[in-house]
């Protein structure tokens, strides 16, 4: 094989400390997939098999190297090797043989695709389960009937190869993952979080849910679908709330894809918020959770459905789900907002025209994730196509949207407004003492000046003062 400069720059002496040791090397699994399908990753991972002893290799190699060492899997003889670089980092991981033979251990992979070695002293590749012949008819084919038993993670992780290289599932391995799906509650929300997230970070997120949704997948890590199956939301809808979610990420994958072009918001949603996630995949996680609240929301008043308050349930709801998936306290809080604010746009668009107060306390309530609600709520309008649903709704809010959009990123580019008194001013003008109430004030006068209504200095502590002034008769 021929492997790019960058990867013989980290094998080379790898190999030479193998052969120097006289331990047999082979390099197997994904590096050599994605080599076969000309691909090449930026944070560069490299997987090893040992017939035995590659725990001890790799403390020594370790120490060769001066890299970090870490034991995986002491029962199975797993162990990682890091070793930072000038840009970044790359892994190498030594496992021993799951089997007497190579060929026996390849046989314990997940799939075919990734049942495959490299002999690097007869510069061979060893593919005894057909990986090429997959590759080529972009085939997911469990090596054996038990895969997913042997791993459960491996049902999720069908799912993700397919999604990551736009490959299809054969037959007899998807019913396998149904057959083995419920042994996925046995697996740590860790490592179905990274799974599920390389799902939301793929251009067809809604395709591969759709799919895990009719093995009834998902509902096996997220019970809380089950209730949401077969619940009408009246004549402004046309769907159940569980397929109105669905229906909701892919009109936001569509808005993605339309945004495409727009460097505004294609560098928003590129941030990267925890590890390698970036805030788009984060984004379409709050729109598969944003109607969660629903079911236990649900009142009916005569013959009209109402879901009052689902948004603050569904807030709730949403931080146990983040707590369960391991997420980082920055994408909780983000989720939580993108939940708990979702409607606020659709009640924006209902006026002709909102205030600029209306308009500067949304855009202070979303903060970061002020784009991220708007982007929500349009998706989840184009979701709902009830009979109720006028063109002139749907116009008014697409109007919103784009005005919101445009403005918010103006106002970023722009300097930031300089406050015209702060809190030292107010306590020496008024007598004050510290309080949350210099904290009130100025958040009042941080409100009239976004707003136009107050300019000058002398204009901010007459408005201050009328302000205590109502405070103190309450």
């Keep these: 094989m021929n492997f790019p400069s960058q990867y013989k720059l980290v094998l080379n002496p ?48 370790a120490k060769e ?118 042994s996925l509650a046995k697996v740590s929300f860790e490592r179905i979080r ?30 809380e679908i089950k209730k949401m199956r077969g619940i009408g939301q009246g004549p402004y809808h046309h769907l159940d709330v569980w397929q109105h979610t669905l229906e909701t990420i892919k009109q936001l994958e569509a808005i993605f894809k339309d945004k495409k072009k727009d460097t505004d918001i294609r560098c928003y949603l590129d941030t990267i918020i925890s590890g390698d996630r970036k805030r788009f995949a984060v984004l379409k996680f709050g729109a598969f959770v944003h109607d969660i609240g629903k079911p236990a929301a649900l009142r009916r008043e005569g013959k009209k459905i109402i879901f009052h308050g689902h948004e603050h349930i569904g807030r709730r709801m949403t931080e146990d789900i983040a707590r369960r998936l391991k997420l980082s306290n920055d994408e909780i809080g983000m989720l939580k907002r993108m939940v708990v604010m979702h409607l606020r746009p659709g009640y ?27 982007l929500i709520s349009l998706a989840d309008q184009r979701a709902t196509k009830g009979p109720l649903t006028t063109a002139a709704s749907r116009v008014n809010h697409e109007r919103l949207v784009a005005r919101f959009l445009r403005e918010y990123f103006k106002k970023i580019k722009e300097e930031k407004t300089v406050r015209l008194i702060d809190g030292h001013v107010l306590i020496k003008e008024f ?31 007459k408005a201050a003062r009328k302000f205590i002034t109502s405070l103190s008769k309450k």
Excluded at 33 to 44: E, I, P, T, V
Excluded at 351 to 367: I, L, S, V
Excluded at 436 to 458: F, H
């Design 348 to 374: 924006l668009a209902d006026n002709e025209k909102p205030t600029e107060r209306a308009k500067f306390r949304y855009f202070r309530d979303g903060g970061s994730e002020a784009i991220a609600v708007l």
């Design 194 to 223: 990274d799974e599920l997230f390389k799902i939301f970070a793929q251009n067809n997120t809604y395709d591969c849910l759709l799919a895990l949704d009719n093995l009834k997948i998902l509902e096996v890590i997220f019970p």
């Design 14 to 61: 790898v190999y030479a400390f193998a052969k120097k040791r006289k331990v047999k090397l082979y390099l197997v699994g994904g590096i050599l997939r994605d080599l076969l399908l000309g691909r090449q990753k930026d944070n560069l991972d490299f997987d090893f098999a040992i017939k035995k002893g590659a725990i001890s290799f790799g403390r020594a190699l």
């Design 431 to 461: 007598n004050l003492a510290p309080s949350p109430l210099i904290g009130n004030v100025l958040s009042e006068l941080e409100e009239l000046q976004a707003i136009g209504k107050i300019k000058t200095r002398e204009e901010a502590l």
């Design 65 to 182: 190297l001066r890299a970090g060492f870490v034991v995986l899997d002491k029962e199975h003889g797993a162990c990682r090797v890091v070793k930072k670089v000038k840009d970044g980092f790359y892994t190498l991981d030594f496992t021993d043989f799951r089997g007497s033979t190579l060929e026996k251990d390849l046989l314990h992979r997940d799939f075919t695709i990734n049942a495959i070695a490299f002999d690097f002293e007869k510069g061979s590749l060893i593919d005894p389960w057909g990986a090429r012949d997959d590759l080529k008819k972009k085939v997911i084919r469990a090596v054996n009937k038990k895969s997913f038993s042997e791993d459960p993670l491996r049902v999720l992780r069908a799912f993700s190869f397919a999604s990551i290289l736009g490959f299809t599932i054969e037959e007899q391995t998807l019913k396998l993952a149904k057959l083995e799906r419920k």
